[in-house]
């Protein structure tokens, strides 16, 4: 069980709104990712969720029950932050125990659990070691296998892969999805990675200035942006934005055109430009495009054997089935 409600939730600090009045759904075992920029108010609507924070206005339900007054022990829930917190004088067993000792479970039920989250974690080989002697993503496991053993009905995840390198995000984001596969609990994710997002969400919540810009599946967040902000947030390299007499053209104050759905051309296309800095990523190339006199920069992906160089000259072609609408407000027109 871990469905949980905002029905009008708020948070102030003093005359500052920091998150307006919002209502949010999640369900029992989504794994449910909160994005945005940072000072958007993601960590902030979690650490309400977790009762870190007590909220000013507006009603938590977990599982059905009014969950707004109670402190964290009492939610059910299990937090994990970007800092490990682990004690650095006992071993990784004892660490992942130390909630269960607290909570006062039986001993045989104690070793149950962390041998089924070591085995989960693959930290069976490493229970007898202490967190200075394991590599930061390691030490994530074991501050995720910590979590596990209370068996929460729900985890909360505060940018748990910030303080990795790249190569250790990206194996800890397949660690944490394959957990969450494994385990079927809900887990609510917060980060400001758009790519940790698209590739570990059932479900994208998108945060602005405390407010929910859109609630959606990755590829309806893609396909179907609701207003430019989301347009330029999901997706990357970010969306190309065109105003003017070319977006008027579309009957619309702007139009947008991911790098990926621009056609470039040696010969003939529809805008052309010049070649600014091209990044060669090995099977992608990404070119940024000048004096088009459509935008300052249009970036277009292309393959990565297409042989374009800084200066050279260029012409683009939008898909027309791929082209986004937006009016004067910034929304999307369909």
Same mark, same amino acid.
Request: glycine share 10%.
């Given at each position: 069980? %871990?469905?949980?409600?905002?029905?009008?939730?708020? @948070?102030?600090?003093?005359?500052?709104?920091?998150?307006?009045?919002?209502?949010?759904?999640?369900? =029992?075992?989504?794994?449910?990712?909160?994005?945005?920029?940072?000072?958007?108010?993601?960590?902030?609507?979690?650490?309400?969720?977790?009762?870190?924070?007590?909220?000013?206005? %507006?009603?938590?339900?977990?599982? %059905?029950?009014?969950?707004?007054?109670?402190?964290?022990?009492?939610?059910?829930?299990?937090?994990?932050?970007?800092?490990?917190?682990?004690?650095?004088?006992? *071993?990784?067993?004892?660490?992942?125990?130390?909630?269960?000792?607290?909570?006062?479970?039986?001993?045989?039920?104690?070793?149950?659990?962390?041998?089924?989250?070591?085995?989960?974690? +693959?930290?069976?080989?490493?229970?007898?070691?202490?967190?200075?002697?394991? *590599?930061?993503?390691?030490?994530?496991?074991?501050?995720?296998?910590?979590?596990?053993?209370?068996?929460?009905?729900?985890?909360?995840?505060?940018?748990?892969?910030? +303080?990795? =390198? /790249?190569?250790?995000? #990206?194996?800890?984001?397949?660690?944490?999805?394959?957990?969450?596969? @494994?385990?079927?609990?809900?887990?609510?994710? #917060?980060?400001?990675?758009?790519?940790?997002?698209?590739?570990?969400? =059932?479900?994208?919540?998108?945060?602005? /200035?405390? #407010? !929910?810009?859109?609630?959606?599946?990755?590829?309806?967040?893609?396909?179907?942006?609701?207003?430019?902000?989301?347009?330029?947030?999901?997706?990357?390299?970010?969306? +190309?934005?065109?105003?003017?007499?070319?977006?008027? +053209?579309?009957?619309?104050?702007?139009?947008?055109?991911?790098?990926?759905?621009?056609?470039?051309?040696?010969?003939?296309?529809?805008?052309?430009?010049?070649?600014? #800095?091209?990044?060669?990523?090995?099977?992608?190339?990404?070119?940024?495009?000048?004096?088009?006199?459509? /935008?300052?920069?249009?970036?277009?992906? !292309?393959?990565?054997?297409?042989?374009?160089?800084?200066?050279?000259?260029?012409?683009?072609?939008?898909?027309?089935?791929?082209?986004? @609408?937006?009016? /004067? @407000?910034?929304?999307?027109?369909?």
């Amino acid at each position: 069980m %871990g469905r949980i409600q905002l029905k009008q939730v708020k @948070k102030a600090f003093g005359d500052v709104t920091v998150i307006p009045p919002l209502d949010l759904e999640i369900e =029992d075992g989504e794994f449910v990712v909160f994005v945005g920029p940072s000072g958007c108010g993601k960590s902030t609507l979690l650490r309400l969720i977790a009762g870190l924070e007590d909220v000013t206005g %507006g009603v938590i339900e977990i599982d %059905g029950a009014d969950a707004t007054g109670l402190p964290p022990a009492k939610r059910g829930l299990a937090m994990v932050f970007q800092s490990y917190a682990l004690y650095p004088h006992m *071993s990784v067993r004892k660490n992942i125990a130390f909630p269960m000792k607290m909570a006062g479970v039986p001993q045989d039920e104690q070793e149950k659990r962390i041998s089924d989250a070591a085995r989960a974690l +693959n930290l069976t080989d490493y229970l007898d070691r202490r967190p200075g002697q394991l *590599s930061g993503g390691q030490r994530q496991r074991v501050a995720i296998g910590r979590a596990i053993v209370r068996e929460p009905s729900a985890f909360l995840f505060d940018e748990p892969l910030s +303080n990795l =390198d /790249a190569a250790l995000r #990206v194996g800890m984001r397949m660690e944490i999805s394959e957990l969450h596969e @494994k385990l079927e609990t809900t887990m609510i994710y #917060v980060t400001h990675d758009q790519v940790e997002a698209m590739t570990m969400a =059932d479900k994208i919540v998108v945060l602005q /200035a405390g #407010v !929910v810009e859109q609630v959606g599946t990755p590829l309806d967040l893609y396909r179907a942006p609701q207003n430019r902000f989301v347009a330029g947030f999901i997706g990357s390299p970010k969306m +190309n934005f065109i105003e003017g007499p070319e977006a008027a +053209n579309h009957g619309a104050h702007a139009i947008g055109i991911r790098p990926e759905h621009l056609d470039a051309s040696t010969e003939s296309g529809a805008w052309k430009g010049r070649v600014g #800095v091209s990044e060669h990523l090995g099977s992608d190339t990404f070119l940024h495009v000048h004096d088009t006199g459509l /935008a300052e920069t249009m970036t277009v992906r !292309v393959d990565g054997e297409f042989g374009l160089h800084a200066g050279d000259d260029v012409w683009l072609t939008p898909d027309p089935d791929k082209i986004h @609408k937006f009016d /004067a @407000k910034g929304l999307r027109i369909t």
